[in-house]
């Protein structure tokens, strides 16, 4: 019904960029910022055009319209839409939208890694750099399960063949679920950095 309907504004539109600027000026006034923010555009809903060229005019507006606030903005989004809606989000597509952004100033999380990663079939999300994560609990199930074997090959993989990695999570959809398999994530992560030389 129209009483819970929710309107979006594209980026595209210029009354975006002027929300977004408030908004953002706000908080910052009111909380500071650690120059990361997070902005999930395409979760689960599909853009207004599949056309290259207008998937990178969004995420180059989007980017902007955070720059303007903070130039060391760092955009954070969640990798989910790649898989969801994997059929329509093809490489072409995925090359547009994160290669509109200044090298290093978009970062995916590539969610589900334990299942289905996406940094594999995206080349490595053209370069942005990305973090593996654990979701588990996909939906917020209560299901006690883990598969050590493969999470530890997974994380092997991606820690060695991925450059642009920069790091291991976990996205719990729940808590109180499971506490051992997030621990041996980390666990993970840890067993397999490099020592930095002096």
Not at 16 to 32: A, D, V
Request: net charge negative; hydrophobic share 35%.
């Amino acid at each position: 019904s129209d009483e819970y309907k929710t309107y979006f504004i594209y980026p595209s539109e210029e009354i975006f960029g002027e929300i977004q600027k408030r908004y953002l000026e706000t908080h910052k006034k009111l909380f500071g910022t650690d120059h990361v923010y997070a902005a999930d555009l395409f979760n689960e809903m599909a853009p207004p055009s599949w056309e290259p060229d207008s998937l990178a005019s969004i995420a180059s507006r989007m980017y902007e319209s955070i720059d303007d606030v903070d130039h060391g903005a760092e955009w954070i989004q969640m990798g989910w839409m790649f898989l969801s809606s994997q059929n329509m989000w093809t490489k072409e597509r995925i090359q547009a939208y994160l290669n509109a952004c200044p090298s290093g100033k978009v970062k995916i999380l590539d969610y589900r890694g334990e299942y289905n990663e996406a940094w594999e079939r995206t080349e490595n999300f053209f370069g942005a750099p990305f973090i593996w994560c654990y979701l588990g609990n996909f939906g917020g199930n209560h299901n006690i399960e883990g598969y050590p074997r493969d999470i530890h090959s997974r994380i092997d993989k991606v820690l060695t063949r991925a450059d642009n990695c920069s790091g291991i999570g976990c996205v719990p959809e729940g808590l109180d679920v499971n506490q051992e398999i997030y621990e041996y994530v980390f666990e993970n992560a840890w067993s397999f950095v490099k020592p930095v030389d002096d």
